[in-house]
């Protein structure tokens, strides 16, 4: 029964054809070459799976027709309503037809908000709930799903922490000590970059590097009881890579450093002052990000002076870590939006002046955004040591998995 | 070319693995394989989370009757316990050298041994611990009411490896009379256990030819094959995989090197002559040894140092866990990832008990496991291979045939 519908169906336009169009007929039947063509086009179509009846169809269609491209281009459009611009060959065409689309996009979002805004306003205006907000959807939120989330119950998790490197420090036993050294040859920002740094990290020390072996410094540090050692790699005159080392057998991390804005070059900068900063570290959620912000948390002392107003801030998205320094101040601001609108005051409502208290903040210390590249246990030890995290290139799956 | 399309694995077949971490816990992991896509989760965790009783190396005793697993901590404590149920069988406090502190000398190597040293009938165990200093020991003890009471060997066997350098791998081979160490600053050594005496000793292969003295620094061993004690491969610090013939030289027969950190594990394959190894940045490969040919890596988003790889007896699988806290089953053949479990912490060994079998119906699947807990007796034996699905029989025998009696041959 399949065989014989599509045969009867195909008859009629085959006979009409060769009544009204001869030089279709003409087109077809002489050029043997184009129908070979085209039978294997056919054939090639064929053995990649496509259901029988489109090609049976398409076959008698080709042949008879003589123009094949064209007419499954105009059968596509007659299911899409819209064209795909990739289907179409001429760059100048094409491009065309792309800002044609794109003005259209951009002309049906600016009517979708208009709207929107009216809907809040209304509701606003009438006292009615506001329209659900649509969730934009980002890759953040569509981040895979990761098992090394920290969840917030796990006594394993606790144990780690009480058993890792950084809890004598963070438990307060020891104050942070930290030493800051270059790498051998250090550059044109390098010097200000260690300047900058050292005024946001209490209780740093910086030395020259000299011709030392960074195993031999690691020693030297651990006999006058530093608990970090901090190392600015430099490449072509610019810092280049942070690699942190914890003290006396903590894990090595090396990071890539990026975007580095120094404090002289941020507008209105302030100075930092000598009080114990607060540490913000957010977004840290697996195992491995947990652990390196712990890292992070052992380079600060464990008692903020709030008083001081400092705040600094390693704040973690997609795998980048981003250091911001800042000062704040709290400030009460009356908000004048019922004397603005007195005359227009509606339903008696009161003119009344609203309190508000926010907190300013005013950017000083550099600016820069680190990326961990590897995680080492042990001291620094690239030949013999073993590696905790490495980042390797068959682990970018997907561009919405991340690792801290 | 790396592989382009996906070659298609098997799905994990059923199995059994027991790791240990540095919270000194021991988590089991099941897949019963049966429903499609059943995913290999922990089924059990044995102790409590704690650092001092991180385990520092295991052995375990794969037979059909009461398996055991030994554990050995940092803290200098053996614990012996079934890998049934997670029952504590022994608990020896300090198999370290009088007089010198657990912290000083931790333990390196643990091996229980599968035949009996000593004539007794009851439930004994004798085992081999080595710890860094090269002190080693060869201990029985026998169950007593409670496990910490074990009654001890009062004579245990105990003899000083190595004068210099830390021992960083041990093994035993399969018939149990030799015994495999090296380490850093420790050429490869082989001791004849009964005798207790040292039979040979590797060579460093010849110096380059800028005359640099490097150490030796071996960080993991392996026998090459169940029957021939004469053929085994160690890895080093410097990324080379030496296999190592005692009838033929001192010096290395075959000498491969493999990317750039630490072979932190080898094991070997039954058809003797692959090998597979781990290293410190997580990557793992099958090597024919033979040959001094790379077969292929493992290539499966492994990030962390890789410290203990075992393979199973009868499946083509092979597990492999380390630093980055997951435990990964590999097929060997096609060598693709089979399933990988996340254990939060950084896991120190991993061990597959072989006699797992899975029930078809829900309710049988723990029966096998009471029987083991009734005290061995004949007619037991034939119930649990009744119930066994897969026979094993042919397995229980050959090894059955070892389980002989072995005179007491502990003096010279």
């Known amino acids: 029964m399949a065989t014989e519908q599509p045969k009867p169906a195909t008859e009629d336009p085959k006979i009409d054809l060769f009544e009204d169009n001869d030089e279709f007929e003409e087109f077809i039947l002489d050029d043997g070459f184009l129908a070979d063509c085209l039978t294997l086009n056919i054939e090639r179509e064929f053995s990649m799976n ?33 064209l795909l611009p990739s289907t179409v060959k001429n760059k100048e065409r094409r491009s065309a037809i792309l800002v044609k689309l794109k003005h259209q996009k951009k002309v049906e979002k600016r009517k979708n908000a208009k709207v929107r805004e009216a809907d809040e306003k209304r509701a606003l205006e009438l006292g009615e709930e506001l329209p659900l907000k649509k969730i934009p959807r980002t890759i953040e939120n569509t981040r895979e799903i990761d098992d090394t989330i920290c969840k917030p119950d796990d006594e394993e998790l606790f144990a780690g922490n009480d058993a890792d490197e950084f809890s004598s420090i963070l438990k307060q036993d020891f104050t942070p000590k930290i030493l800051i050294t ?27 590097r000299g011709t030392y072996d960074l195993k031999k410094i690691v020693e030297y540090a651990k006999n006058k009881d530093f608990t970090s050692l901090i190392v600015v790699h430099t490449n072509r005159r610019e810092p280049d890579a942070l690699l942190i080392i914890g003290l006396p057998d903590g894990p090595t ?67 980048f870590i981003f250091f911001r320094h800042h000062r704040y101040i709290f400030e009460t601001k009356e908000s004048k939006q019922a004397e603005s609108k007195g005359k227009n005051s509606k339903d008696g409502k009161e003119a009344k002046s609203k309190e508000k208290v926010i907190a300013r903040l005013q950017e000083c210390g550099p600016r820069f955004t680190m990326k961990l590249i590897s995680l080492q246990h042990g001291t620094f030890d690239t030949k013999g040591g073993e590696y905790e995290w490495v980042h390797k290139p068959e682990m970018d799956t997907s561009r919405r998995r991340f690792f801290l | 070319m790396p592989r382009t399309t996906k070659v298609e694995s098997p799905s994990c ?23 499609s896509g059943a995913a290999a989760k922990v089924v059990e965790r044995w102790g409590d989370p704690d650092s001092s009783k991180s385990v520092v190396s295991a052995s375990i005793l794969d037979r059909e009757k009461d398996p055991l697993l030994g554990v050995a901590r940092k803290s200098g404590l053996i614990d012996v316990i079934s890998v049934i149920n997670g ?40 085992s081999l611990t080595c710890t860094t200093k090269g002190y080693v020991r060869i201990e029985s003890f026998e169950e007593s009411k409670s496990p910490a009471d074990s009654i001890r060997d009062p004579s245990p066997t105990s003899w000083n490896v190595c004068g210099s350098g830390n021992i960083l791998c041990s093994n035993v081979e399969e018939n149990e009379n030799y015994a495999l160490f090296g380490g850093k600053g420790v050429e490869v050594n082989v001791w004849d256990l009964q005798k207790c005496t040292k039979i040979w000793t590797a060579k460093s292969p010849p ?8 150490p030796m620094w071996f960080t993991s061993t392996t026998f090459l094959s169940k029957d021939d004690h004469r053929k085994f491969v160690a890895g080093t610090s410097c990324h080379q995989v030496r296999l190592y013939d005692i009838s033929a030289q001192r010096r290395p027969v075959m000498s491969f090197d493999f990317r750039e950190t630490p072979i932190k594990a080898v094991v070997e394959d039954l058809d003797g002559h692959t090998v597979y190894i781990g290293n410190g940045s997580g990557d ?8 001094g040919k790379l077969l292929g890596c493992f290539i499966g988003k492994c990030s962390g140092s890789i410290r203990s790889l075992a393979r199973h007896p009868e499946l083509p699988i092979i597990a492999s866990c380390g630093l980055d806290s997951y435990l990964r089953i590999w097929d060997i053949h096609s060598r693709q990832l089979l399933s990988a479990v996340f254990l939060k912490q950084h896991l120190t060994n991993v061990v597959f008990d072989s006699h797992f079998r899975t029930q078809d119906a829900a309710g049988s699947a723990p029966e096998p496991l009471d029987v083991n807990e009734v005290p061995c007796q004949d ?11 897969k026979t094993s029989k042919g397995h229980g025998d050959s090894r059955s045939k070892k389980k002989k009696s072995r005179k007491t041959s502990k003096e010279d």
């Open chain 1, 182 to 208: 270059t790498s051998r040859f250090n550059s044109t920002r390098g010097p200000a970059f260690i300047t900058d740094l050292l005024s946001v990290i209490p209780n740093a020390h910086y030395y020259k």
């Open chain 2, 87 to 126: 029952d504590l069988r022994h608990s020896i406090p300090n198999v370290c050298q009088d007089g010198t502190r657990p912290e000083d000398d931790p333990i390196v190597g643990l091996h229980l041994f599968k035949k009996q040293r000593s004539e007794s009938s009851t439930r004994s165990c004798t």
């Open chain 1, 253 to 319: 991390a090396h990071f890539k450093l990026s975007r580095l804005v120094l404090r002289k070059d941020l507008k209105n900068h302030g100075n930092p002052t000598s009080h114990e900063p607060e540490l913000v570290l957010t977004n840290f959620s697996t195992r491995l990000g947990h652990r390196v912000g712990r890292m992070i948390q052992s380079l600060f002392p464990q008692v903020p002076n709030f008083r001081g107003r400092r705040v600094v801030t390693f704040h973690n998205q997609r795998d």
């Open chain 1, 50 to 82: 496509l259901d029988l009846d489109s090609i049976t169809d398409e076959f008698y269609a080709v042949i008879i027709l003589g123009s094949a491209t064209e007419d499954s281009r105009q059968e596509k459009m007659k299911h899409n309503d819209t």
């Open chain 2, 13 to 35: 077949p059923p199995f059994r693995a027991l790791t240990t971490d540095v919270l000194g816990l021991v988590k089991v992991i099941e897949t019963r394989g049966e429903q």
């Open chain 2, 379 to 389: 007619e037991d034996d034939e119930a649990m291979t009744t119930k066994r699905k």
């Open chain 2, 284 to 291: 793992l490969a099958s090597v024919d040894i033979r040959a």
């Open chain 2, 207 to 214: 110096r380059n030819s800028l005359d640099i003295f490097t």
